[in-house]
């Protein structure tokens, strides 16, 4: 088995404004804080869709030290929803090469690069609450992490929803099936 080497560097940095400065994603009563309502309201139902079927196929999604965490990384040649995601959340894109892996796709050991981005804490939830009622394979594992930021998860209901802006989202990540 070969080894894969990686060298990457931050093509994007998100502009520093930080949701943290914001507050947290809910109030006391369990309600959304208004200030985040901006960032939502970047994305159309069809995007939501979209990403859902995105990250159900190629990112992933994690509870890290307490902390909800999507990673969502793409082959430079087909990585617009990684720039889409990272400009509506002001997210940072790292640019990243890899040599050395045998894959389906570069079956020669040649070079490849991909475009990646990355979102915790209050920003991750805020992205797993507008996705949740469009995923398909990855529901159960969000509506966990989900319970360790909700009490009543009685919204979050585990019935699934099929759609072609979700089925697009999903042959883009996955590329056959």
Do not use: W
Not at 27 to 40: M, V
């Amino acid at each position: 088995m070969s080894k894969q080497s990686r060298k990457a560097v931050i093509i994007k940095k998100s502009t520093g404004n930080a949701f943290y400065k914001f507050g947290p994603l809910t109030n006391g009563e369990g309600k959304l804080n208004e200030l985040y309502l901006p960032f939502s309201k970047k994305f159309t139902f069809d995007d939501l869709k979209y990403f859902a079927g995105m990250l159900d196929g190629d990112g992933h999604i994690s509870l890290k030290n307490g902390r909800a965490s999507v990673e969502l990384e793409l082959e430079e040649k087909d990585a617009f929803p990684v720039a889409f995601l990272a400009d509506a959340l002001d997210l940072s894109v790292q640019y990243s090469v890899r040599s050395g892996g045998k894959t389906i796709q570069n079956k020669d050991r040649k070079k490849t690069s991909s475009l990646r981005t990355f979102v915790q804490g209050e920003k991750a939830y805020m992205l797993l609450c507008m996705i949740f009622p469009f995923l398909l394979e990855k529901k159960g594992v969000v509506r966990k992490i989900l319970a360790t930021k909700f009490s009543n998860l009685d919204f979050f209901s585990l019935e699934k929803q099929f759609s072609f802006a979700y089925l697009a989202g999903y042959a883009d990540a996955e590329g056959s099936f």
